[in-house]
């Protein structure tokens, strides 16, 4: 299983950032994804999971109305759409196989900062 992680970077306040998630070594599309961050001196947190054929999504109310999970079972990749980005925002964020709770892999990370 490789799960890989891109499109983190530096934004401003207010910002767009589009994630990928690239798979292999496993059936992508028989399995929920989700997506999880960790900001610096912090545990982790989930942010959003995505159904199979990627007709149910779930967010934490903290993301909600601002992010978007979305997937391509044909390209096997994962994607999480930031819109209007805050500080707090900042953290580590992993692409993951399975929904909150039983996350068996997770990638490595992209790095996500929002700062002026």
């Known amino acids: 299983v490789q799960l890989v992680e891109s499109g983190g970077g530096l934004v401003q306040p207010g910002g767009s950032l589009r994630l990928s998630c690239a798979a292999s070594g496993f059936t992508f599309r028989n399995y929920y994804m989700s997506w999880a961050r960790q900001a610096p001196g912090k545990g982790l947190e989930w942010v959003a999971q995505?159904?199979?054929?990627?007709?149910?999504?779930i967010y934490a109310d903290s993301v909600k109305g601002r992010f978007t999970i979305s997937r391509d079972n044909a390209k096997n990749t994962l994607y999480l759409e930031m819109n209007s980005l805050k500080p707090e925002d900042t953290a580590r964020y992993y692409c993951?196989?399975?929904?909150?709770?039983?996350?068996?892999?997770r990638g490595q990370g992209t790095q996500v900062t929002v700062s002026s």
């Open positions: 993951a196989r399975g929904p909150r709770g039983s996350v068996t892999y």
């Open positions: 995505i159904t199979r054929g990627g007709d149910n999504t």
